[in-house]
C-alpha cells in the first residue's frame, strides 16, 4: 500500500520540518506542504533542492529582533512572513494584535532588494493585522497623520493616517504573494472578522482594525476590499495595493510544484494534517485543497487535526475523509499541544500496524 502523507504545520505545536523527521521510522512517504503560510519555506526546500537558505535580524510582529530566513534560487528569493512575524512564536496571554507590525517584512523585503530580481511572499500565520502599514515603514514610506508626524506602528496610528509620501529611488524586486486564504478585505469574512480573534483581539478591538483599515485604504485611494487581500494580517493592502506585486491562491501554485495531483493518482491512501480543522479551512487552505483532490479520484483520506470544528454534514460536501482528533487522545487541551509529537506518533503507529 502506498500512503502519502502531505504535512501541513500543526500551528502552535509541530511544524512541518518536526513532523517530517518521522518519515524515518515509517513506510509513509512525507510531503511538505504550505499554501504559503506555515511551513512554505519547508515545501520550497523540498521542491527545489537547490536552493540556499541565510538569515537576517528583523523584528517580529511585538518588535523584538530576531533571526528570519530566507531561501535563494538563482535570480528568485522566497521568504515566508509567519518565519518572520509569526503567530505561532508568540504565546497565547502575550498577543497583542493592536501593537503588532508588519514591520520586520519589509526589512527582509528591502535586504533582498539588488540581490534578486524576484520574491515570492509566502502569506499567513501572522501575529500583526496591519494592513503591510509596518512593511511600508521598514521600506521607507512616511506614513503622516493631520500634523505631518509619523504614524507609530500598529493598528492605532492607522486610525490617524492622512497621508502617505513614497521614498525616492526605492526599487524592489518582482513580488509575486502565495495567499494561503481567499478572504476579502472587509465584512463578516473579512480580515478583521475571520482572524482578529486568533491573534488575541476582543469584539472592540475587531471593530477598530476593520475602522483603521478601512480608513487605510481610503488614504491609498483604491477600493481594495478584494479576494486575497485579508489575508495575512491584510498585508496585500501594502503588497498588492501600494507596492504593485501580483497575488495568487497558494495551495494551487504550490501542488503545481509538488505534483500534488500526480501523487495523489499514484496513492492507495492519502494522509494531511492543519491544527485546528474549521470555518477558515474552507477559505483556500492546503490541506482542505488536498482533501477536495482526494474526492475528485475517490482515494481514502485521513485528516489529522489537533481539534476538529466542522460538523461531518459540511465536511461530506467536500470528501469522505476520517478525521482523526490529536486532543482526543490527550488529557486536555495543554496536553494536546505540549505533547502533540508523542500523538501524531502513536496515531501513526497505529496506522502502520493495520495497513502492513
Do not use: H, W
Request: aromatic fraction near 8%; charge should be positive; charged fraction near 25%.
Amino acid at each position: 500500500m502506498k500512503t502519502i502523507f502531505f504535512v501541513n504545520a500543526l500551528k502552535g505545536s509541530l511544524s512541518t520540518k518536526e513532523i517530517c523527521k518521522l518519515k524515518n521510522k515509517l513506510p509513509i512517504t512525507f510531503v511538505p506542504l504550505s499554501d504559503g503560510g506555515d511551513g512554505f519555506l519547508e515545501t520550497i526546500n523540498y521542491t527545489l533542492p537547490s536552493v540556499k537558505k541565510y538569515f537576517i535580524s528583523a523584528k517580529n510582529a511585538l518588535n523584538k529582533t530576531k533571526k528570519a530566513p530566507y531561501l535563494i534560487c538563482k535570480n528568485s528569493a522566497f521568504i515566508e512572513c509567519a518565519k518572520i512575524a509569526g503567530l505561532a512564536e508568540i504565546k497565547p496571554q502575550q498577543r497583542n494584535v493592536l501593537q503588532s507590525s508588519s514591520f520586520g517584512v519589509g526589512t527582509v523585503l528591502k535586504a533582498l532588494n539588488k540581490k534578486v530580481k524576484v520574491v515570492y511572499i509566502g502569506l499567513g500565520g501572522v501575529a500583526f493585522n496591519d494592513g503591510g502599514a509596518g512593511c511600508l515603514q521598514a521600506l521607507g514610506y512616511k506614513l503622516l497623520d493631520d500634523k505631518n508626524k509619523q504614524i507609530p506602528l500598529g493598528i492605532l496610528g492607522l486610525l490617524k493616517l492622512k497621508k502617505i509620501i513614497v521614498p525616492k529611488n526605492l526599487k524592489l524586486p518582482k513580488i509575486i504573494c502565495f495567499s494561503d486564504v481567499e478572504n476579502k478585505l472587509f465584512g463578516r469574512k473579512g480580515s478583521a472578522q475571520i482572524y482578529g480573534p486568533q491573534k488575541g483581539a476582543n469584539k472592540k478591538e475587531v471593530i477598530l482594525i476593520e475602522r483603521a483599515l478601512k480608513n487605510f485604504q481610503k488614504v491609498i485611494g483604491k477600493n481594495l476590499d478584494k479576494k486575497f487581500y485579508g489575508a495575512s494580517g491584510a498585508l496585500p493592502v501594502a503588497l498588492c495595493g501600494v507596492l504593485k506585486a501580483k497575488i495568487t491562491k497558494g495551495s494551487e501554485e504550490i501542488f503545481k510544484l509538488i505534483k500534488a495531483e500526480t501523487l495523489i493518482k499514484k496513492a492507495d491512501l492519502i494522509l494531511t494534517s492543519e491544527g485546528c480543522l474549521d470555518e477558515q479551512s474552507l477559505f483556500g487552505k492546503a490541506p482542505f485543497e488536498i482533501l477536495k483532490l482526494t474526492k475528485k479520484y475517490d482515494k481514502p483520506v485521513i485528516f489529522i487535526c489537533g481539534k476538529n470544528n466542522l460538523n461531518s454534514s459540511v465536511l461530506k460536501k467536500y470528501t469522505n475523509s476520517r478525521v482523526v482528533e490529536l486532543c482526543a487522545l490527550a488529557k486536555n487541551k495543554k496536553d494536546s499541544f505540549v505533547n502533540a509529537k508523542v500523538y501524531l506518533k502513536k496515531v501513526l503507529g497505529d496506522l502502520y500496524e493495520k495497513e502492513y
